[in-house]
């Protein structure tokens, strides 16, 4: 962050200084929520949380060299108090981005928020300094932290934003008031919160809503309910996708054997080709986000095109793909799951397994439930299952309660599957169920919505491997 005095902090965000002998003193470290992430100069936040309270950290958090303390109440070491903290810390960052005046870029959308974020981070920071949301840290505490980390000499601040209701985008563009706004997709994701897929168009265009003129909104040209935020914003809009009309699109698209895409990135300002390192069709459209933005900001399309061909995955559990020395390919996607993401996993999975295939390897699909679909999650469950036989892949374990039993089910609505589909407990079940059968050459996806703890069946499968021995691709 950039240093600021506790005196400035104590105005900027209305709190009252308690137990602060020299006001003047600086906050020139980190701003964290964490006593453990403290560092000379920090300033430490006391969050109260419903298992953990920060206030009864303060004493440590200041022995381990904090200034300070952003408190609710008197702590005993010295402290910022007000009224609500979750408040006060984003004023900091709100106060903070309007001094550095750093360009901000906000994105939001169902799914692949955090691997275009990441591509948008790798594909920026090629052209100037970029700070940018590390991992899902996109909430009303996340957004506000990861702008904290700003200092003068950043140019791009990237980040993520999430909601789970009407309202929660357009809180944090108060925070942090964005630029360039990007809307990826409308899709299935917290359908069941947010009560259908117009009420989550609903709520991810307030991103654009946010824009002042000077701005840029780069939408979707694939999605019709991204596309028709256009008329919700007075700044430029600039549409990505594969659609003849988009400005940043991708032609040729195609697959190399290890599943990877390749396609002809067409910008404004030329083309280039490129060949991702991510895995999965599905990412040609998070590659085309970021290559807007990156227009938008002045970069080539040969610069661009090159920075995404370099690019790799930032965040753990997304499409994580290892080979274990006995030629067993672990796909771990298991940080979260809903139709759009599943169904995207299922053709990666496939396509990665062609080349297996004619040497004897299977795919397997190793499935859990996908949480927050309301009254669509049997429909939903099912659909996935289906598309699991259509596409043609070898085995299906569904892992969990009810809703993976309906994955199951709806492989065997599909198709006459048999003992090609199976429903087990748990994670340990499931664990046990593959070390038993997998063979080299097979290839295995673990996914499911993060509340199951799937990731678990991948890291078990990849265990006992010495160091050097598992290469990850």
């Keep these: 962050m950039i240093a600021l005095s506790?005196?400035?902090?104590?105005?900027?965000?209305?709190?009252?200084?308690?137990?602060?002998?020299?006001?003047?003193?600086?906050?020139?470290?980190?701003v964290v929520i964490d006593s453990r992430q403290v560092a000379a100069g920090s300033l430490f936040v006391a969050f109260a949380g419903e298992n953990v309270d920060?206030?009864?950290?303060?004493?440590?958090?200041?022995?381990?060299?904090?200034?300070?303390?952003?408190?609710?109440?008197?702590?005993?070491?010295?402290?910022?108090?007000?009224?609500d903290v979750q408040a006060a810390l984003g004023a900091l960052a709100r106060d903070v981005v309007d001094r550095l005046g750093t360009e901000v870029v906000a994105l939001t959308g169902s799914s692949g928020k955090t691997s275009t974020?990441?591509?948008?981070?790798?594909?920026?920071?090629?052209?100037?300094?970029?700070?940018?949301?590390?991992?899902?840290?996109?909430?009303?505490?996340?957004l506000p932290l990861t702008a904290l980390t700003a200092t003068a000499e950043t140019r791009h601040l990237v980040l993520?934003?999430?909601?789970?209701?009407?309202?929660?985008?357009?809180?944090?563009t108060g925070l942090t008031p964005p630029t360039i706004g990007l809307v990826l997709n409308v899709g299935s994701a917290?359908?069941?919160?947010?009560?259908?897929?117009?009420?989550?168009?609903?709520?991810?265009?307030?991103?654009?809503?946010?824009?002042?003129?000077?701005?840029?909104?780069v939408l979707n040209a694939d999605d019709p309910l991204v596309r028709a935020m256009a008329s919700r914003t007075k700044a430029p809009v600039l549409l990505f996708g594969e659609a003849a009309d988009a400005d940043v699109r991708a032609e040729n698209v195609r697959l190399t054997a290890a599943g990877q895409p390749s396609f002809s990135l067409h910008t404004p300002s030329g083309c280039g080709d490129v060949t991702l390192r991510l895995y999965g069709e599905h990412h040609v459209s998070n590659a085309l986000a970021a290559a807007a933005v990156a227009h938008e900001l002045g970069m080539s399309a040969d610069e661009i095109a090159r920075a995404l061909s370099e690019a790799g995955s930032l965040s753990r559990w997304r499409m994580e793909v290892t080979e274990r020395p006995d030629g067993v390919t672990v796909v771990n996607d298991a940080y979260n799951a809903n139709p759009e993401s599943m169904r995207a996993a299922l053709r990666a999975l496939v396509a990665m397994g062609q080349a297996s295939r004619a040497r004897g390897g299977r795919t397997w699909?190793?499935?859990?439930?996908?949480?927050?679909?309301?009254?669509?999650?049997?429909?939903?469950?099912?659909?996935?299952?289906?598309?699991?036989?259509?596409?043609?892949?070898?085995?299906?374990?569904?892992?969990?309660?009810?809703?993976?039993s309906w994955l199951q089910l709806g492989a065997y609505n599909e198709g006459s599957w048999g003992e090609e589909s199976v429903h087990v407990s748990d994670a340990q079940a499931a664990v046990d169920l593959l070390r038993s059968e997998l063979r080299p050459g097979d290839v295995v996806l673990v996914k499911a919505?993060?509340?199951?703890?799937l990731e678990r069946v991948a890291l078990a499968l990849l265990e006992g491997a010495a160091e050097g021995e598992v290469a990850a691709r």
């Design 190 to 217: 917290h359908i069941g919160e947010f009560g259908g897929k117009e009420q989550i168009a609903l709520a991810k265009g307030e991103l654009v809503e946010s824009l002042p003129e000077s701005g840029c909104a």
């Design 117 to 142: 974020k990441d591509l948008i981070a790798q594909v920026l920071q090629r052209h100037a300094p970029t700070v940018f949301t590390p991992g899902s840290l996109n909430n009303e505490i996340g």
């Design 365 to 404: 699909a190793v499935l859990g439930p996908m949480a927050e679909l309301g009254d669509d999650a049997l429909a939903e469950h099912d659909a996935v299952g289906r598309l699991a036989v259509r596409l043609n892949v070898s085995k299906l374990v569904a892992v969990g309660g009810r809703e993976a």
């Design 6 to 30: 506790l005196a400035e902090i104590a105005e900027i965000v209305g709190g009252q200084p308690h137990d602060i002998p020299d006001p003047s003193v600086q906050v020139s470290g980190p």
């Design 160 to 172: 993520e934003m999430g909601a789970r209701g009407v309202g929660h985008i357009r809180y944090l």
């Design 54 to 83: 920060g206030h009864d950290y303060a004493q440590r958090a200041f022995e381990a060299g904090a200034v300070a303390v952003l408190a609710a109440r008197p702590v005993g070491v010295p402290a910022i108090v007000v009224d």
């Design 449 to 453: 919505s993060r509340s199951i703890g």
